[in-house]
């Protein structure tokens, strides 16, 4: 897919700059707080991933990311948010693939949401949502990105340029998302706010009903809720979290199995493989601590 507004040597500096990283499967850091780089030089399988609210602008390939059970497909030139903490799956379809993503502030959509006149608070968008990447959004993008080469500067102007970023997106077609997310006392704030606890403290007890008194809902709407937009329940979700992280550690070369499932919150050992095992489709005595770097 051609990509008329986006800069072919901007993709060259990307390339260049994740290469140079070196960081295999994980994401390249950039200078600039929040801001990275993906590069995949092939297509892939499926693979777990966990996500935090974030603005991937796609430069090149196909991603195909999982809400609940259900795929969706971000392509060259497109921009896409998620706008809560989410543990699911995606795939690289179509590689060599690159882009960039920046961390979303929810205390400065919150901000400027504020100060934005007829702001439509009863336009509920999707947790994940995608389209044509806007060229406002892909300009400043491109700035904050290229600061890297005047480090001296990014203290001054990467706030701006963020700033700028998140105005363009309440305004963007990602707009009715984020503008619930930045209201405090939303539904989607709420679970949002839920859903951060969690993976903070994914290896802890889960107390839904805490969790619920927290969001001001009864368990039921908490549940209903949690559901709706996050495609899972708080149970599964920080089953997913532990698992993922639990996978993270064997692959490091760290941690046994045993000591893996008692560092992320287990108990059992033996429900811990059975629970894995039904996740990822292969026992963890079998995963491989290169695997890693593949």
Same mark, same amino acid.
């Given at each position: 897919?051609?990509?008329?507004?986006? *800069?072919?040597?901007?993709?060259?500096?990307?390339?260049?700059?994740?290469?140079?990283?070196?960081?295999?499967?994980?994401?390249?850091?950039?200078?600039?707080?929040?801001?990275?780089?993906?590069?995949?030089?092939?297509?892939?399988? @499926?693979?777990?991933?966990?996500?935090?609210?974030?603005?991937?602008?796609?430069?090149?390939?196909? #991603?195909?990311?999982?809400?609940?059970?259900?795929?969706?497909?971000?392509?060259?030139?497109?921009?896409?948010?998620?706008?809560?903490?989410?543990?699911?799956?995606?795939?690289?379809?179509?590689?060599?693939?690159?882009?960039? $993503?920046?961390?979303?502030?929810?205390?400065?959509?919150?901000?400027?949401?504020?100060?934005?006149?007829?702001?439509?608070?009863?336009?509920?968008?999707? @947790?994940?949502?995608? $389209?044509?990447? *806007?060229?406002? @959004?892909?300009?400043?993008?491109?700035?904050?990105?290229?600061? #890297?080469?005047?480090?001296?500067?990014?203290?001054? =102007?990467?706030?701006?340029?963020?700033?700028?970023?998140?105005?363009? =997106?309440?305004?963007?077609?990602?707009?009715?998302?984020?503008?619930?997310?930045?209201?405090?006392?939303?539904?989607?704030? !709420?679970?949002?706010?839920?859903?951060?606890?969690?993976? !903070?403290?994914?290896?802890?007890?889960?107390?839904?009903?805490?969790?619920?008194?927290?969001?001001?809902?009864?368990?039921?709407? /908490?549940?209903?809720?949690? #559901?709706?937009?996050?495609?899972?329940?708080?149970? %599964?979700?920080?089953?997913?979290?532990?698992?993922?992280?639990?996978?993270?550690?064997?692959?490091? $070369?760290? %941690?046994?199995?045993?000591?893996?499932?008692?560092? @992320? $919150?287990?108990?059992?050992?033996?429900?811990?493989?059975?629970?894995?095992?039904?996740? /990822?489709?292969?026992?963890?005595?079998?995963? #491989?601590?290169?695997?890693?770097?593949?």
């Amino acid at each position: 897919m051609e990509m008329p507004m986006i *800069d072919r040597a901007l993709i060259a500096e990307l390339r260049d700059h994740a290469d140079r990283e070196n960081t295999g499967r994980e994401l390249a850091a950039t200078p600039v707080e929040g801001l990275s780089v993906m590069r995949r030089r092939v297509a892939t399988p @499926v693979e777990p991933v966990v996500y935090e609210p974030v603005l991937c602008l796609v430069m090149e390939g196909v #991603k195909e990311v999982w809400h609940g059970d259900r795929p969706l497909r971000f392509a060259a030139g497109q921009s896409s948010v998620i706008s809560f903490h989410l543990p699911t799956q995606a795939r690289i379809l179509e590689a060599p693939y690159t882009s960039l $993503g920046l961390r979303i502030d929810p205390p400065l959509l919150h901000e400027i949401a504020a100060e934005i006149d007829g702001a439509d608070e009863g336009a509920v968008g999707p @947790v994940i949502s995608t $389209g044509e990447a *806007d060229e406002a @959004v892909l300009g400043a993008m491109s700035r904050l990105f290229r600061l #890297k080469n005047t480090p001296a500067a990014i203290p001054q =102007l990467a706030p701006l340029i963020k700033r700028e970023l998140h105005y363009w =997106l309440l305004n963007s077609c990602h707009g009715p998302a984020l503008r619930e997310l930045a209201r405090p006392a939303s539904h989607a704030a !709420r679970i949002a706010r839920a859903t951060a606890e969690i993976r !903070r403290t994914y290896d802890a007890q889960l107390r839904v009903p805490e969790l619920a008194r927290g969001a001001g809902m009864s368990e039921t709407t /908490f549940h209903a809720q949690f #559901k709706a937009l996050t495609g899972t329940t708080p149970l %599964q979700f920080q089953k997913k979290m532990r698992l993922m992280e639990a996978r993270r550690l064997i692959e490091a $070369g760290g %941690q046994g199995v045993s000591q893996a499932a008692f560092a @992320v $919150g287990y108990e059992s050992p033996t429900q811990f493989s059975r629970e894995f095992s039904r996740m /990822f489709g292969c026992a963890p005595s079998r995963l #491989k601590p290169e695997a890693a770097s593949a």
